[in-house]
């Protein structure tokens, strides 16, 4: 079974710090997501990578940056914490197989942002 | 990228009976998937129908999708009350992103 693997379930942060929100999978996907979710927007994309080292910005990508130094890792990073960016994160990857782009989640991070 | 837009917003039901959920959505794809999340969790994906197929079945779902209303629905049979769940459909353009909309809530009362 395909497993993505978020570092923190829940994290608490205070505005202006640098916050580094960590996800692995264990399927040498090749492409990586990161979503954020609020109540009644659905999921939205902020970056997503599509091989080591590319990262292409998604529809909200202000205010965050990625890393992706390892095909398993992908990393978001949050350079200076702001309340509105208190979410639930998620982190999803897929094969690279246009004709079936599946994706799968890890179980999210719930950021706080105070 | 397109995003699709389920409805209803909220369903609440009988275990036992079905629910059925809409998506539409607005160009031309490749693909269409639907996915579950569970309170607080990650999403799963269900099942995928290809812009080719007009009907397919997962036990009990049945996902259907016509390309010419650009519209898919999602008819999850004989539900019980871990099918209680946010649905969402992810219209999949020819590439790997998905966009996905804000989701139906489906509550299934036992």
């Known amino acids: 079974d395909v497993k993505v693997t978020q570092s923190s379930r829940y994290l608490v942060k205070r505005t202006g710090e640098k916050v580094f929100l960590e996800c692995v999978q264990d399927?040498?996907?090749?492409?990586m997501f990161w979503y954020r979710q609020d109540p009644g927007l659905g999921l939205r994309l902020i970056y997503f990578?599509?091989?080591?080292?590319?990262?292409e910005k998604g529809d909200i990508p202000e205010g965050y940056s990625v890393s992706r130094e390892k095909k398993e890792r992908f990393s978001l990073i949050l350079e200076s914490a702001s309340t509105n960016q208190t979410s639930m994160y998620l982190c999803?990857?897929?094969?690279?197989?246009?004709?079936?782009?599946?994706?799968?989640f890890g179980a999210g991070t719930r950021l706080s942002v105070l | 990228s397109q995003q699709g837009e389920e409805d209803p917003q909220a369903l609440s039901i009988q275990e036992g009976e079905n629910a059925t959920m809409n998506c539409s959505y607005k160009t031309s794809i490749n693909n269409l998937q639907w996915y579950r999340q569970n309170s607080g969790r990650g999403l799963v994906h269900l099942i995928l129908?290809?812009?080719?197929?007009r009907e397919k079945h997962s036990g009990r779902l049945r996902v259907t999708l016509d390309t010419s209303k650009k519209s898919s629905s999602l008819l999850i049979t004989a539900s019980r009350a871990a099918d209680t769940a946010s649905y969402f459909c992810?219209?999949?353009?020819?590439?790997?992103?998905?966009?996905f909309g804000a989701g139906t809530i489906l509550r299934v009362k036992s």
């Open positions: 990578s599509y091989d080591v080292k590319m990262k």
């Open positions: 992810a219209p999949g353009e020819y590439g790997n992103k998905l966009v």
């Open positions: 129908i290809r812009s080719n197929e």
């Open positions: 999803a990857s897929s094969p690279e197989r246009l004709a079936k782009n599946i994706q799968y």
């Open positions: 399927m040498d996907h090749e492409n």
